[in-house]
Each structure stands twice: as C-alpha cells, then as structure tokens.
C-alpha cells in the first residue's frame, strides 16, 4: 500500500501541468506570457518583443539558411549565428591556399566579404491566426478527411497568395499548429545576398570537436558573422557588387554586462521539432527500440571510421564532416534515452492516459488513447524497418554513388564503406523478417552465402551494385514508405483530437504549439545543474578551462597558437566563454539571439547539455539547459584573434 502511494506522489510530482521555464512560445500570442515573463525579470513589453506596427525585437530575428537562426547587430545589415550554422559556406570558400576553416576568415572592409550563392535569411513580417479562413466552408458531418485537406490546401493557398502579392521578396507559408486545431499564417522577406563578414579559426569556433558536443564545461567559440546586402530601395535582391548594406528595422544592441547565475534570459530564433503531447506507445518506442538501436548501429559505423581517420590524416580529413554528422544525432539520443527513462516518462503518461480515460468517458474524446495505442501497435514494427533501412542499408555510401552516378571521390575512403557494408548488411538482415527485404535480396543472400562474398562483389563490379542499390531504395519507397507514411497520417489524426482533448482535460494548463521552425520565444534564467551524484556544474565557462584542456596532440583540444599567446600575456584568465541557462530550445534554435531582461544581446545559443535532450519529448527543469556562447569571448575573438574590431563601430554597446 505505501509502496503505492509512494509511487502516486512520484507521478503527481512529475506531472505538473507545466515546469517552470518549459515552452516555445509564439510571438504574437507572447501578451498571454508576458505576466509570467515580467514577474522573472523581463522589463519590455509585449510590443518589444512583436509587433506589426512598430519596430520590434522580431524584426532583428532571422531564418538563416535552412535551418538555423541569426541576429542583427547593426544598422548595416551585420549578423551573428553560429560556426556550425555558416560551416558549409566558409568550406566553399576555402581551399589548399586559403584555408578559412582551419585559418578563419576576417573581412577588412566591405569590399572584402565574400557572396554565398544559396544563402538567403528570412524577415517575419507578420504572423496571424487564419484559422477560421483555413477552415471556412468545412462541414464535418459531410466532408472526409481528404475532402477537409482540399479544402485547406485551397484557403491557404488564397491565403498565401494574397499575402505575397504585392512586395518584392514576399513569402508565405500557413503552418498547422497542435495537429490541425490551429493554423497561421506567416508572412516573411527573403533576402538573397548574404556575404561572410568573419568567422574563427575552427579550433576555436569548432573548439572541443565531437568530444564536447551536447556537453558542459563548454568551450567551443561557436560563432560566424555576415551581412546582408540589399538593392537600392533596401528591398532584396539578387547578388549584385552595387547592393548595399541592408538597413534593419531593428538591430540588437550588444550587452557587455555578462550574466550571472539566476539573471533572466530569453531565446529568440527557429526551433524546429518537439513531440511534446505524444502517446505513452510512442515514447516506448523511442526509448526501448528506436534510441537504443540506432545508437548501437551508429556506434557501429563510428567505430569504424574512427578506426581509419586515427590511422591517417588523410582519412581524417575526408570523414571528418562525415563523422560529425552522424556523431551528431548519436550522441543526442543517449542522453534522450537516458532522460526519458529516468523521468519516468512512459509511466507518468500512461497514468495520464489512464485519468484522461476516465474523463473522457462519455464525450467525444472517448477511446481516443486506446485508438492511438492501437495505431502504433500496427506502426511500429514497420517503423522499425523504415528506421532500420535508414540506418543501414541506405548509408553505404557505395550503393549511394552508384544509383546517383556521383563518384565523389575526394572525401571517399573504401576500405570504410567496405567494412560498412558488411557490417550494415549484416545488421540489417538479421534485425529484420525477411518480409521486409526485397525478394533480389534473399536471392543473392543465398547465392553469396555471405557478406564478404556479396561485398567484394559489389565493389568490384558496378552492374552487382547498380542492381542491390536498385532493389533495397525501391523495396523501400514502394513497400516500406508507403504504409508507414498512412498509418502516420491516421495517427495524426487521432491526435488532431487528442490534442484537442487535453486542452479541455487540464483547462488551466499552458499550452505552447510544438516547434515547426517557426519563430518563437522562450524564456528562463541562468542556471547550473546536477548531472549526478555529489557533482554540480557552475553555469558560466571561462578562458581558464580553454587553456585547461589545451593539448596540442588532442585534435579537438589544440588550439591556435594565438590563444596561447594571448592568454600568456595574462589578464585574460576570467574571460567568460559559454554559459547555461534554462530555456526551452531544440535543434533549428543555433544562433539564436540570447537576450536579458533589457532585450539586449548577451549570447548566441549553439547547444544544450546531452542529458536534458529529452526536452524534445518532456522538459525537466532540473537539467535542461540551453548552452550559450558569451557574446563577450565572441569580441574578444574579433579584436584578439581575428584584428577585426574595426566591426564595432558599428555595433551598439550597452552595460
Ligand atoms: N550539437 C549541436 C547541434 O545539434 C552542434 C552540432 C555541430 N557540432 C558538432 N560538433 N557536431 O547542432
Ligand atoms: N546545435 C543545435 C542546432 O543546430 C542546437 C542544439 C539543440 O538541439 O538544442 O540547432
């Protein structure tokens, strides 16, 4: 009995109706936060922070790429986002004379920034609630469900026509929030001539490598910086040597107060995918089959390259971006896994569900959780396969070259894709039925009789590739994608109403829509975290802890030998370099403007600490924390290493 209880209040405790600092706010709607944000420390209002009549913070906020954010600093189009964000750029500059990645790259003067064809930033210009319109001439008792998405697609395509009729650089898009119940419309400017003002040397601005990724103490001086240009009228346009500076409706003025624990702050950007309102089933999944197997696969393959790359330079440099990426999500989805379970949060939602059950009894809500669990029942081992095929098969980069006839040599080592290919085939085979392979393939299994055989022949002759390449992508486009994709939408719309239901089931409850890389706002303070047991990490990183982990034989950890220099000369010991807060943000939100209480600029948000990442799924303020670059070690990079402080004439400091 007390073994019960104890468990009750463990779920009572968990189940909050919304923690502190959790959410993703949208910035029109921020007057219904503003109370909340206010009494934290915020001291703007609500039209600081959006308006459409009035310059606001928005207007100082950019979509950068396509899946980034950036910030204005000056009144001549001068932005901030982050080293990963600009990576692909300042590569495409670069080459064995001018290598900027590894260099850095500091622009001059004006004449010097250098056109990135492709990058275009993103102005939101205004964003509305169109519900009602989206909706109009919807009679649910007579339309299905295709019937209802005509409809849609024509009122947001009006909608979004209307919208940018007239306006040079006019894009709109209407976006479904939680599952279909609402709908906005967003109005943007795309400008389309982004030049590359600066960027650090990668041992810095890339400092720490895989090994500090998704971690704290941080050091990594995660910064890029461009500028966007604009034709005569300030309006977009293409690349042109006579644009000019673009002139902001709003720049950011840049703190040089710091922060300290408990300060408030706000992140203003782009976050781009959070399930926060799923099924118990659906979190299972992740945390028992989806996390834990794409994570061995994954060690898998890491293992291999890594294997290579420590045997040669060469190797190391060809995998490297390879590596990263998929070091990336892996390293992710430990700490995601780990979140989860130790939240409980499997069974806190099914207890959830259980009381969401009862009072649904009788309404049209009934039965709704069961449906779901049913669905994903039917889902998931499909997913799996879907999930599997992506991890696997789909990632032989020789089965890749082949069927794209794109031999991209240059970054390719063969004696890795080999390997990969026994490894990846093997796994696959073995994890899943043979209903789900290609019938080419169970053929050839039992021709070859093993993978080296199968391997050897597949690299040596193109015709045995093409053929493999062939029958795993159209097996899996024609037998794999089509289903899982229907049994996604008839789970989508299963939570169009529980969506719908939960907002009613706990009325005084806060609700944020999920991220869909629309621009929101969320808000918390600075503060550490407990990582485990009898350890405490303090919230703001310093120059020390660089000089700390300086090794010139660690690749991650060697740092230019300016830094060295620099802090040698002393002084520099207390220079601040990250810090921790605890607003709610996901991937999409790097380079995100770090605000104060006062709306200025303290920082650029480039991570979070791995073992809150279950924030995607269920936030705990106990330990997600946003990880941030100071935007005072990024100056002090300007002016130390990259000479550039001729840069701050145009910007505006404020203590
Ligand atoms: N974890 C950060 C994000 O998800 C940074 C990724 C880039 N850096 C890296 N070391 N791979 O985007
Ligand atoms: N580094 C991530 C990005 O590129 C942000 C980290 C996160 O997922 O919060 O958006």
């Given at each position: 009995?007390?073994?019960?209880?104890?468990?009750?209040?463990?779920?009572?405790?968990?189940?909050?109706?919304?923690?502190?600092?959790?959410?993703?706010?949208?910035?029109?709607?921020?007057?219904?936060?503003?109370?909340?944000?206010?009494?934290?420390?915020?001291?703007?209002?609500?039209?600081?922070?959006?308006?459409?009549?009035?310059?606001?913070?928005?207007?100082?906020?950019?979509?950068?790429?396509?899946?980034?954010?950036?910030?204005?600093?000056?009144?001549?189009?001068?932005?901030?986002?982050?080293?990963?964000?600009?990576?692909?750029?300042?590569?495409?500059?670069?080459?064995?004379?001018?290598?900027?990645?590894?260099?850095?790259?500091?622009?001059?003067?004006?004449?010097?920034?250098?056109?990135?064809?492709?990058?275009?930033?993103?102005?939101?210009?205004?964003?509305?609630?169109?519900?009602?319109?989206?909706?109009?001439?919807?009679?649910?008792?007579?339309?299905?469900?295709?019937?209802?998405?005509?409809?849609?697609?024509?009122?947001?395509?009006?909608?979004?026509?209307?919208?940018?009729?007239?306006?040079?650089?006019?894009?709109?898009?209407?976006?479904?929030?939680?599952?279909?119940?609402?709908?906005?419309?967003?109005?943007?400017?795309?400008?389309?001539?982004?030049?590359?003002?600066?960027?650090?040397?990668?041992?810095?601005?890339?400092?720490?490598?895989?090994?500090?990724?998704?971690?704290?103490?941080?050091?990594?001086?995660?910064?890029?910086?461009?500028?966007?240009?604009?034709?005569?009228?300030?309006?977009?346009?293409?690349?042109?040597?006579?644009?000019?500076?673009?002139?902001?409706?709003?720049?950011?003025?840049?703190?040089?107060?710091?922060?300290?624990?408990?300060?408030?702050?706000?992140?203003?950007?782009?976050?781009?995918?959070?399930?926060?309102?799923?099924?118990?089933?659906?979190?299972?999944?992740?945390?028992?089959?989806?996390?834990?197997?794409?994570?061995a696969l994954r060690t898998t393959r890491l293992g291999l390259?890594?294997?290579?790359?420590?045997?040669?330079?060469?190797?190391?440099?060809?995998?490297?971006?390879?590596?990263?990426?998929?070091?990336?999500?892996?390293?992710?989805?430990?700490?995601?896994?780990?979140?989860?379970?130790?939240?409980?949060?499997?069974?806190?939602?099914?207890?959830?569900?259980?009381?969401?059950?009862?009072?649904?009894?009788?309404?049209?809500?009934?039965?709704?959780?069961?449906?779901?669990?049913?669905?994903?029942?039917?889902?998931?081992?499909?997913?799996?396969?879907?999930?599997?095929?992506?991890?696997t098969?789909?990632?032989?980069?020789?089965?890749?070259?082949?069927?794209?006839?794109?031999?991209?040599?240059?970054?390719?080592?063969?004696?890795?894709?080999?390997e990969s290919?026994?490894a990846m085939?093997?796994a696959?085979?073995?994890?899943?039925?043979?209903?789900?392979?290609?019938?080419?393939?169970?053929?050839?299994?039992?021709?070859?009789?093993?993978?080296?055989?199968?391997?050897?022949?597949?690299?040596?002759?193109?015709?045995?590739?093409?053929?493999?390449?062939?029958?795993?992508?159209?097996?899996?486009?024609?037998?794999?994608?089509?289903?899982?994709?229907?049994?996604?939408?008839?789970?989508?719309?299963?939570?169009?109403?529980?969506?719908?239901?939960?907002?009613?089931?706990?009325?005084?409850?806060?609700?944020?829509?999920?991220?869909?890389?629309?621009?929101?706002?969320?808000?918390?303070?600075?503060?550490?975290?407990?990582?485990?047991?009898?350890?405490?990490?303090?919230?703001?990183?310093?120059?020390?802890?660089?000089?700390?982990?300086?090794?010139?034989?660690?690749?991650?950890?060697?740092?230019?030998?300016?830094?060295?220099?620099?802090?040698?000369?002393?002084?520099?010991?207390?220079?601040?370099?990250?810090?921790?807060?605890?607003?709610?943000?996901?991937?999409?939100?790097?380079?995100?403007?770090?605000?104060?209480?006062?709306?200025?600029?303290?920082?650029?948000?480039?991570?979070?600490?791995?073992?809150?990442?279950?924030?995607?799924?269920?936030?705990?303020?106990?330990?997600?924390?946003?990880?941030?670059?100071?935007?005072?070690?990024?100056?002090?990079?300007?002016?130390?290493?990259?000479?550039?402080?001729?840069?701050?004439?145009?910007?505006?400091?404020?203590?």
């Amino acid at each position: 009995m007390k073994k019960i209880f104890l468990f009750a209040a463990i779920l009572g405790a968990a189940l909050q109706p919304l923690k502190a600092d959790e959410g993703m706010w949208l910035p029109a709607l921020i007057s219904q936060r503003i109370g909340d944000m206010q009494a934290k420390g915020f001291q703007l209002t609500a039209e600081d922070i959006y308006s459409v009549n009035q310059a606001s913070l928005k207007d100082a906020v950019v979509l950068f790429g396509s899946g980034c954010t950036g910030e204005l600093v000056s009144d001549a189009g001068l932005l901030f986002t982050n080293h990963h964000c600009g990576y692909s750029f300042i590569q495409r500059h670069s080459s064995v004379e001018h290598d900027y990645l590894k260099d850095g790259f500091w622009a001059m003067n004006r004449s010097q920034e250098l056109p990135n064809p492709g990058l275009t930033v993103r102005f939101l210009e205004r964003m509305e609630d169109v519900t009602a319109t989206v909706l109009k001439g919807y009679k649910p008792a007579k339309m299905d469900e295709e019937q209802r998405q005509a409809l849609i697609k024509k009122n947001s395509d009006k909608l979004k026509a209307d919208a940018v009729k007239e306006g040079n650089g006019l894009k709109a898009s209407v976006e479904a929030l939680y599952y279909g119940n609402q709908y906005f419309l967003f109005v943007f400017r795309e400008y389309r001539d982004v030049r590359l003002v600066g960027a650090p040397p990668s041992s810095i601005g890339k400092f720490g490598g895989e090994t500090d990724n998704w971690m704290w103490p941080r050091h990594t001086g995660d910064f890029s910086i461009f500028r966007i240009y604009a034709g005569q009228d300030n309006m977009p346009a293409d690349y042109n040597e006579a644009n000019v500076p673009y002139r902001p409706k709003k720049s950011l003025k840049i703190s040089r107060a710091g922060v300290k624990e408990g300060d408030f702050t706000f992140v203003y950007g782009c976050p781009g995918s959070t399930q926060e309102y799923i099924h118990s089933e659906a979190v299972r999944y992740i945390q028992d089959v989806s996390d834990p197997e794409k994570i061995a696969l994954r060690t898998t393959r890491l293992g291999l390259m890594k294997k290579h790359m420590d045997q040669s330079q060469a190797v190391r440099i060809q995998y490297s971006s390879k590596f990263a990426s998929v070091a990336n999500a892996w390293k992710k989805w430990q700490g995601e896994e780990k979140g989860l379970r130790k939240n409980k949060v499997v069974p806190v939602k099914q207890d959830y569900e259980k009381r969401f059950a009862e009072w649904a009894a009788g309404t049209r809500y009934e039965g709704v959780t069961d449906r779901l669990a049913q669905l994903y029942a039917a889902r998931n081992p499909l997913y799996r396969a879907y999930e599997y095929y992506r991890e696997t098969v789909l990632t032989i980069e020789r089965l890749q070259m082949v069927r794209s006839n794109r031999f991209n040599t240059k970054d390719y080592y063969r004696p890795i894709d080999e390997e990969s290919f026994v490894a990846m085939m093997t796994a696959f085979d073995q994890a899943l039925e043979d209903i789900y392979k290609p019938p080419y393939f169970l053929d050839k299994r039992a021709q070859y009789g093993s993978m080296e055989a199968w391997k050897d022949a597949v690299f040596a002759d193109d015709n045995e590739a093409k053929a493999l390449s062939d029958a795993l992508n159209n097996h899996f486009s024609t037998a794999i994608v089509p289903p899982v994709t229907e049994l996604n939408q008839s789970i989508n719309l299963v939570y169009r109403d529980y969506m719908q239901g939960q907002m009613e089931f706990e009325n005084e409850r806060n609700f944020y829509p999920d991220a869909n890389l629309t621009l929101r706002v969320a808000y918390g303070k600075v503060a550490g975290y407990r990582p485990v047991d009898a350890v405490w990490y303090n919230p703001v990183s310093t120059l020390r802890g660089i000089i700390e982990k300086d090794n010139p034989d660690i690749f991650d950890y060697n740092i230019p030998q300016v830094l060295r220099d620099i802090y040698a000369r002393g002084g520099f010991e207390d220079q601040p370099v990250c810090f921790l807060a605890t607003n709610h943000t996901t991937g999409g939100n790097s380079g995100s403007p770090v605000l104060n209480a006062d709306g200025n600029l303290v920082g650029i948000n480039f991570d979070r600490v791995w073992e809150g990442t279950m924030s995607d799924l269920v936030y705990d303020p106990e330990i997600c924390r946003n990880i941030s670059l100071d935007v005072r070690y990024l100056l002090f990079v300007i002016k130390e290493v990259g000479h550039a402080d001729y840069l701050f004439d145009e910007m505006v400091f404020v203590d």
